[in-house]
């Protein structure tokens, strides 16, 4: 690790700043977690992050990790998964989760809440054809609810129905007894969490904050 | 009462209206006659005691003082619910007026009329106060307080809360202290600590008059918690400025020693009240733990332990306000998981009941004592605390939320700011603690003129104007949405999204000490304090039973089923559908047939018996007359749960899979429990033993068989089984040619549908 290198880390750093809309100073921090859980290797697989003990009782563990090799979140308009990330890539996914600046037009709010709302909604489309079916849906109650025991798992059916339910209502209204109705689009979606303020609720605080609050997490 | 028909449309509004005066009429004198009664009342007895003349048995005898005292409370009460109702009546008036403005101008009419009558007006009592009158206006705050936008904005909230009223108190103070250094106005007495104490005791925002005057406007969720935590947490500051302002002005001398004690005197007021409160509350929550069996007596419980937080922390000189709300608070979560629905549903309308009287009778009084009160008036004094009052606000909250912007996350706009600094209303709070000045302080007077006058200020003009800025700003107002369940669940997402992101960060954020919390709270603290199996039901299952209870027992009120509407979306359009569907004929035979026995049903169910002391306990009936009801009622319940697991299409609550003892059964109508205990979620046992073959044929098994949230337990005896089987299976092959796939098809089915 010479001065080349720092300098060359210096302007890439800058480079990704630029595209991701993070400061210096955070993409700095980034990087020093992102070496620490990739053992200082270059790019990061599944394992490394399995490794968390912090996602152990994470009920959406799986689905996080996923989501990291999601090349949906890589904004590469690209479907599939990776088996290992870069830094880029890391960056990239977290990216979904900066807070909103303080001042910014109402496109530009719209527009950060489609991208978290995106981000949320391909957690869910498991099977990246554009629609959240029933099935995906159920699937998706049943991992939240999988650290609940029993009851959980046997109510997760039922709140899937009920919410599957919701939406098609609010969105479709009316539907004859022989329509069917296929699954939640992107659409939908937005309209259904309309209230939800995403925007200003989906966002890792740490990103804003100083950095010598951040531990060495395990 | 004459009978006559109304010729115009305001004439029974203004009979009423002059009913209303003719009993305050007649209502005061007898009042204040009373004590004139009294002494000639003993004057009498004593002299026909000494005569010894005997007189006739008297047939009809007034003997009030036996009754004046709760005479005079309950004639007060009275009048103070009639005119709350008089205004309602007028809807142009409550509609622009707060009503606390108008039942302060009753006051003032009221104390003027005892006044006339030659008699002393009732001065608000701080005793009466803060023992009665304020508690249940806090409990009510406390209890029914939103936790989650609390929680999110309680470090702006203190710091509105203790650096502002520090903030306001000392500026008013030292200012007013400059003001009356200045020889024009003659109020050379007034020694600093003096002018302490009184910008202590006015600076205070107050939250019966905020709760009152924001009640009405319906402000956006965040600017209402943050100005109503204001008001609720402020008390802790206001009760150690004011004790020790009056310790200093004593003494006379402020040394170091004494301001440091000051400090930590706060920090003791504080978290003594919290802890006091906590204690209580997880008390509370505790016994509610064993209340199953006497279902009457819940709600008491949760009354008088909160009550007793308060008066404790009273007792120490700790903040009673925090520990009653902190009570409520700790208290809610495990309380609602183990009372009756019922029991619910009475706290809840005990609390707006008490409330709504304290605070009328509060607003009252106060008119009534403006009265009473001595005063003592100097423009300058006066009209320079009120404006100090609104500037001093205003530059509080500004320079407060500049310096909080930069900690939060949703910034505070300027209208938010704006709508902050107006809402600081003062209230009675700061009347009663000006009346508990003593009298050694020469300035009493012109003190509680001032905050008279700050008071009404406060309530009158910000009140009443309020409102029409609220609408001229475009303030953003509160959002009238129904619980979603999908928001529900992405809320639960989110959670465990963000904490999970935040692990891999690396960062111990916000949701990672969120989420401990919630996990330490499940594995150990509900276990503890919340009966029967319940403690292991996450929040979103809750949720989603208590929407289903509600929507179950709208549908069965309004005596519709659902599927009578034919476009509505129901469960046959989001299932993937490959079964041959059943005739029309025969589907419409079924819905009628259910149909007819919901009406017989609902009939019979009104004429159920009631008694006092056994709330639909079938376990405590012992009356043979009971045991043939019951006979019949199970009848009854048979062919509602056919209809009900129609209706469970749509929402369904999976029973618990364990069958409970067959004894233990409980005749529950309108759901008694929100919260379905194992004990008491019994599932009916078809005999149908073909196994299940594929997930989904399981979760058919459970599906239909499967006990609706709404109501009746049916009871064991398998003989009962035999007739309705038919009936039962019929709907059985309705309901699986409906909605999901049967047992032996699903394999094929199924696999379209699941995506890989």
Redesign the interface.
Known sequence: MGASQSARTEHEFQDLADRTGFSLEQIGNLNKRFRQLSKNEQTLSRQDLASISALDNNPLRAQIINAFFDKRNLRQNEVGTVQVIGFEEFLMVMSHFRPAAMHITEEEREKLRREKLRFVFNMHDTDSDGTITLEEYRRAVEELLSKAGTIGQETAKAIADAAMLEVASTTRGKMEPDEFYEGITFENFLQILKTLDIETRMHVRFLNMDTATMRCGK | MPAFSCAFPGCRRDLLVIVLVVFVGIGLPIEASAPAYQSHGTEGSYLTNVTNTKKAFPVLAVNYKHVRQPFEIALWILLALLMKLGFHLIPRLSGVVPESCLLIVVGLLVGGLIKVIGEEPPVLDSQLFFLCLLPPIILDAGYFLPIRPFTENVGTILVFAVIGTLWNTFFMGGLLYALCQIESVGLGGVDLLACLLFGSIVSAVDPVAVLAVFEEIHINELVHILVFGESLLNDAVTVVLYNLFEEFAKVGTVTVLDVFLGVVCFFVVSLGGVLVGAIYGFLAAFTSRFTSHTRVIEPLFVFLYSYMAYLSSEMFHLSGIMALIVCGVVMRPYVEANISHKSYTTIKYFLKMWSSVSETLIFIFLGVSTVAGPHAWNWTFVITTVILCLVSRVLGVIGLTFII?KFR???LTKKDQFIVAYGGLRGAIAFSLGYLLSNRHQMRNLFLTAIITVIFFTVFVQGMTIRPLVELLAVKKK?E?KP????E??????N?????????????????WK?KLN?FNKTYVKRWLIAGENF???E??AF?RKM?LKQAIMMVESGQLPSAL????????????AIPRVSKKREEEIRRILRSNLQNNKQKMRSRSYSRHTLFDADEEDNVSEVRLRKTKMEMERRVSVMERRMSH?????A??ESPRPGVRRVRFESDNQVFSADSVPTVHFEQPSPPSTPDAV?LE?EVPKRPSLEADIEGPRGNASDNHQGELDYQRLARCLSDPGPNKDKEEDDP????
């Open positions: 912007n996350i949703v910034k959002k949405s979603s369940i999908n928001e669940i992405h809320t639960e997402f989110l465990h999204l963000l904490t999970g992101v935040e692990g891999v960060c690396g960062h111990y954020g916000h949701y990672h989420e996990r292991k039901e996450p979103l299952i989603y289903e034919p476009s509505t979306i129901s469960m046959q359009n989001i299932q993937p559908r749509y929402l369904t609550v999976p618990n899979r979760s459970e549908f699941m995506s890989c």
